[in-house]
């Protein structure tokens, strides 16, 4: 199917859907909403909701062919999954919590796996107008209020005092552990998949999460941050996939633009 598709053309049919999606979010984001608590004690909002409806209904409509797996969307069972080879993969609104706390720190998520990889990658910033993307041996891209797209790449050579992106809202003994570990480095917090873009435009040199995370919150980023001649691992340095078992976590991983460093030396034993 890969070469039947037209990724350029299916990111930027991407780019629009993602800030229709944000305009929704806005629209909730600029009045009283209410906020319900998901099974696993996370905030959904009316914003969710909305951003989800409106993606799901235009990727169905863009792609019939291509099923939608989205976080608000109910929780497909890998034995139907599995046999997917190409899907769409959405986080509708990355960072409820940011959301929430009114920071601006949140995002609108649209990726395009096939055999396991993001292949299509969209982030779109609301409360900035900003839009990152990428896609397969295409490059990846910014642009800042529907402006022109600007080339956009990781910082190949990590200094003698690292840039680390690290969670706004998830911090942990794991992390704290780390960042000793790796001696002096400055720490850049953010929310939502804005820690991946850090990295692929070069602002950070590295963005370890030792913590859980769910599949539509890395695939879009993922494929930006490759595009842009990145690198993102499980902690033992091997690639980070998709769709490749029952639950939809990830394992622990690192985003980073130097491949000469081992970050993983940087772990406690103990670390996963």
């Known amino acids: ?45 009316d914003a969710d909701l909305a951003a989800h409806n409106i993606i799901v209904k235009r990727l169905s409509a863009l792609t019939p062919d291509i099923p939608v797996l989205s ?37 609108v998520n649209i990726a395009l796996i096939q055999n396991h990889k993001s292949i299509i990658g969209v982030i779109h910033v609301p409360v900035l107008d900003v839009d990152y993307f990428g896609w ?79 599949e539509w919150d890395t695939a879009a980023a993922h494929c930006i941050v490759e595009q842009a001649g990145g690198y993102v691992t499980k902690t033992d340095m091997s690639p980070l996939d998709y769709n490749t078992k029952d639950s939809l976590l990830n394992p622990f991983f690192f985003v980073f633009g130097d491949n000469n460093r081992d970050w993983s030396a940087y772990l406690d034993p103990e670390t996963e």
């Open 136 to 214: 397969k041996q295409g490059g990846s891209f910014k642009i800042e209020n529907r402006g022109e797209s600007k080339t956009i790449s990781v910082r190949k050579q990590a200094g003698e005092k690292l840039v680390v992106a690290g969670s706004r809202s998830h911090g942990s003994e794991q992390m704290q552990a780390y960042m000793k570990n790796l001696g002096d480095s400055d720490l850049l917090s953010m929310g939502s998949s804005l820690k991946f873009c850090l990295v692929a435009e070069g602002r950070a040199d590295l963005y370890p999460r030792l913590g859980l995370t769910s």
């Open 1 to 45: 199917m890969s070469e039947t598709l037209d990724l350029k053309a299916l990111c930027e049919q991407c780019i629009e859907i993602a800030r229709e999606a944000g305009e929704k979010i806005l629209d909730v984001y600029n009045s009283e909403y209410s906020i319900q608590e998901k099974d696993d004690k996370s905030p959904l909002t």
């Open 71 to 107: 976080e608000e969307s109910a929780k497909l069972p890998f034995e139907e999954r599995q046999s997917w080879d190409t899907y769409w993969l959405v986080d509708p609104l990355d960072g409820t919590r940011e959301f929430i706390k009114r920071n601006g720190e949140f995002t």
